[in-house]
Each structure stands twice: as C-alpha cells, then as structure tokens.
C-alpha cells in the first residue's frame, strides 16, 4: 500500500484533503448544524414549549408506536432471510436477494402508493374492506405497512454479508458436538451477529423514524393524528413555525446522532471480532 | 480426566469383549449430489482403537464418507453401525463422535476454554456434569493439549496450529466413541504439520479412541495411520497396513497416488519384466500379464554411463537435501525422475548428459494403461 501513496506532491495532498474537508462540512455538518441553531434562535423556553403542543407530542407518540412494531418487525424477518440466505441453499437465492434490496432502488413515493393501489378507496381491496368497515390508507395501519416496506431491507443487509463470511463450519460443529437446534442458535448463531443485529436494528429503527415520502402518501396528514415527526415538521415549517419545526427535527437529528455513535462504539469495541468474521 | 483413562482402557475392553466387539462397520454405503456420484458403494471397518486413514485425491469421496459417519449427511444406501447399534437410526448426539474440521470451527465468540466445554454444556440437563466437574476437565483436556495457560483466550489470539489442537481437544471432551477428523492440517504450514501429526499419534494412543482421518497427504496417511484405505472416485481402491500398500499396491492408482513414479512399456514372462535389451524383477498384481506397463519409483530407479538401460538425456538436475533428484527424457519424448543419493552421484552428472537408465524393481498392474 505504501507504494500507492505519492510522497512527493505535499502541498496537492492537503489541498484535496482540505477540499473533501470543506465539502463535507458544506453538505452534511452546516445543515446539521443549522437545525440546532435554528431549533434554538428563540430561547430554550421557545425550544421546549415546541414539545408542549398537543399535535407534537401526538406525532411523537405516532412514530414511537410506528418504529415500536416495525422494527421488530424487520429485524426478524431480517434475521430469518440472513439465516436463510447464509446457511442454506435453494431454488430462488438470487430472487429472495433482489426482492429484499427491492426498496433500496424503489423511490419512497412508490412504496407509499402501492398501499394506496391496494387497499385505497379505488384500489384493488378498497371496496371490500370499505364494506367490511376496515381503514387502512389514512390510518396508522396504512403508515405502518408503509414504514415496514421502506425499512424492509435494514436488518437483512447487514447480517447477509457477515452470516455468509461466517458460513456454516460452526453450527456443523455444534451439531457433532451433540447441540440441537435451539442451542446452535442461542449458543453459536446469534452470538456470532449480536452486533451486527443490533446496528441493523439501529439503522432500521432510525430510517423508520425519519421517513418521510412514503408515509406522506398514506398519512392523509392529519395533525394530532396521522402526522409522524417528519410530517409534522413540514406541516410546522409550512405554517411558518420555524422553532417548533426545528425543535421537533431536532430530535430526529439527534436521534441520527446517537445512531452514529453507537455504530462508532460498536465498531470500535468490536473491531477485532469483525475484522476476525471477516477473515474467514 | 476420567473421560480419557475411561477411553485408555477401552482397547482392553475390546479384547475382553472376544471376537464381539467389532468397532466400527461401513456397509455398501452409496451418495449422490444431484447427478454427482460422491460414494458409490463403500465398505470399510475400523477396530476398536484404530487408527485409520482415508487417503484420496479430491473428490474421491473420502469427506462424505466421514460426514456420512458423524451424521451431516445422510447415504442414498448402505448402513453404519458402531458394534450393534445402527448409525443412521441416531442422531449425531446419540452418535457421540468427535469431529475435527480442517478450518478448525472453533466457537469464535467463546474463550478457549468455552470452546472444550461446549459439548458438555449443551448435553441434556440429567447428563450434564456440574459446572465444577466440567471445569476440571476442561483443565486436564488444556493439559493434554499443552495449552493450559490459554484457556481465557479467544481463538483469534492463537496460531493456526494452536487452534487445531483446542479443536481436538474439543471434540474429546464429549469423550467420542469414534473421532472423525477432516484434513486437519490442511491449512497450517509444513513444520506444524508434521509436529501435529506425531502430537496427533501420541494423544491417540493414550486415549485409545478409534480414529478416522482423510487426508489428500500420502506421507501424513502412511506415517500416522495403523491402516490406509486409499479411495478412487467414490470407491475404496485398496485397504491395508502401510507397508502393505507400499510393497503390494493393487493397482496403478494406488501406486502412482502414494508417490513419484516412472513408467516404461514391457513384456511380463513370469515375475521378469523385460525392457529393450535388459530386464527387472517384477511385482505382478494379479491378472497382469504380456505386454504391459512397468511402474517404478525414482528411488528404485539406477543411472549409468554405460551398460544395458533405456537411453536417456539429462534434462535438469536438482539437489533436495541428501538426495539429488534428475529428470531425463528418452528419445521417444518420455520423461523420467530419478532420485540419487547424494553421494553415489555419478561424476559428470549434468543436464545433457548421455546416460542408461535401469529400474531396479518394478510393479506391474492388470488395470495399468500402456503408455
């Protein structure tokens, strides 16, 4: 590697270094920065009199009981799809694989509208459970069908690649050892990606909480009732209530904050088994 | 640990047990992956106490026999038992064989001392030692394996060859009644290799278990094993003592598998191969006869500057430790490999040379292709 670094051009070097430097603080530190600083132009009081109001402390609540059923949702459906695609093989690996980064690649916006093509007033089951007296598109249902899609992929991501690298040379240990079932998993398995779960779980819950275009699709926007944190940031920013936006986006920025530096914490401390799971 | 002087005296039970106690019994055992023959109908027995060795190239076979046995595979046909009981019936739990990989599969997540105790721990609640009867064992299993002072590592901490032995140690924790092991020095250097393997031979007679070991390594298989089964694409080529396969190989598989060889087309009259104007004594497996080839091993092969022999030209000559090892062609392009003691070297001894080439001894199949 050494020999791919140039020793000579110095003063080139700190000139690209200090270009990526000013960009990332351009691009990603100034707007963070900024929502801090705008969530508190008024005061600490104005700050957290945004959190008093009835609408906000709804749209909290909204998203709380989103993110609560979603994430484990996703994780054990993550965690069933790794286990699937890391330890075993079958007819279909390569579908199954695609399927799950399906909502990576597909705008926000779709996987908002396709609840609304299936279950809306016109949709394929509107008029059957229209009649069945069952709402689902605006509705926390219809929010929370919508966030599972979107978050679909967190968990899965992060464990396939670790699961595949681990393979299967430990449970078949196990197995000759005497364990069944219940202790390879307990026992082998889920050690072996506790934290790799745990950060997906992390990102999962995190991109839950923030999304913003698919559940503006299914929300219907109803404030104290159907407006989640993004939307109700919007809908405060529209009505020209900067603090109290702000103040509620804060959390969400904060909420990316702590994300990030349980990722740092987890790296960091668990470098070593990583970097061991990888070798293999 | 009780587990081992239990098992020590096992090959004494054996012999207090008569003719009855048969060991291990693979019967007509066959295995298909997809259209992929891997086993096509293997027989194999090891004695109580064995030390037997599954020698093959890749492919052969010789790993799904042995998965076969611990039970990650099931055979399309054929049975397996241990004295009476009926392999395929169990589980691998109630199987109780050890089993050691060549990529070690330590527990990555538990401490070494975790590792050997696995098996002990996950045995169902009426079986299980007490966690301070565990403890103990695992303390006289780290002193077999001269790891004591490790136990509170992690494997990542230690070498390859480290490694494999806390593998070994782990799978006789659960005090197997058959010890499986995969290639197990497949992924370490030469050096450690061969420590491994007298370490190997030496823990397997103080515990007495009856062994099965593949390997691709012909000189680890002939050096370490009581008996050898070499296997051909699915199918045991030839059993026996090392010295058997080496003095009486079966056919020219085995032969060319178990070392460097030669080959020279002759006419067999009795146990007389016959060159173009000399002759060597032959060892005829049955059901060779006329016009055949004649296998032989560079050591058993003689170079002279005149005299009755083969016409050859050296084509390169290197010098490995006390031996030099010469190549040659003859005029009709086939190569040769002839192994010399250093110091009957012959002066003038250099690529281009003109020399006579003599086989000292020479092994004649009935299966042998004529060249």
Known sequence: MRTMVPEKPKGFAWLVVGAAALWMGLAILLPLVSVFVEAFRQGAAAYFASFQDPDAQAAIKLTLQVALVAVPLNALFGLA???????????????????????FSLSPVISGLVWVLVFGANGWFGPLLDQLGVRIIFTYTGILLATILVTFPFVARELIPLMQAQGTDEETAAVTLGAGGRDIVWRVTLPNIAWALVYGVLLCNARAMGEFGAV???????????????????????DYNFVAAFAVASLLAGLALVTLAVKTLLEWRFSSELASGARR | MSGVSQASSHPARAAEDGGRAQGLAVKDVAKR?????????????????????????????????????AGLETPDAGTVFLQSEDFLAQTPRERRVGMVFQSYALFRHMTVAKNIAFGLEVLPRAQRPRKAEIKARVKQLLALIQLEDLGGRYPRQLSGGQQQRVALARALAIEPRVLLLDE???????????????????IHDETGVTTIFVTHDQEEAMDLADRVAVLKEGRIEQVGAPEALHEHPASAFVFDFLGESNRLPCHLSGDLAAFDGFSAPAVVAPGASGNTTAWFRPHETELSGEGPGLGVTVTGVHNQGGLVRVDLS???GSTFEVDLPRVSRPTGLGVGAQLKLRPRRVFVFADAPVP
């Open chain 2, 184 to 202: 197990p020095f497949g992924a370490l250097d030469a050096k450690v290799r061969k420590e491994l393997r007298y370490w190997l031979r030496r």
């Open chain 2, 330 to 332: 003859a005029a009709d």
């Open chain 1, 216 to 238: 503006s699709v299914v929300s219907g926007h109803i404030r104290g009732l159907t407006d989640t944190m993004p939307l109700h940031v919007e809908a405060l920013y529209n």
């Open chain 1, 81 to 103: 799809a790794a286990w699937l695609i890391a330890k075993f093989e079958f007819a279909g690996k390569g579908l199954l694989l695609t399927l799950i980064d399906l909502p």
């Open chain 2, 33 to 69: 992956f997809g259209r992929f023959p891997a086993l096509k109908g293997v027989s194999i027995s090891a004695e109580p106490g064995e030390f037997l060795a599954l020698l093959g190239p890749s492919g052969s076979g010789k790993t799904t026999l042995l998965r076969i046995i």
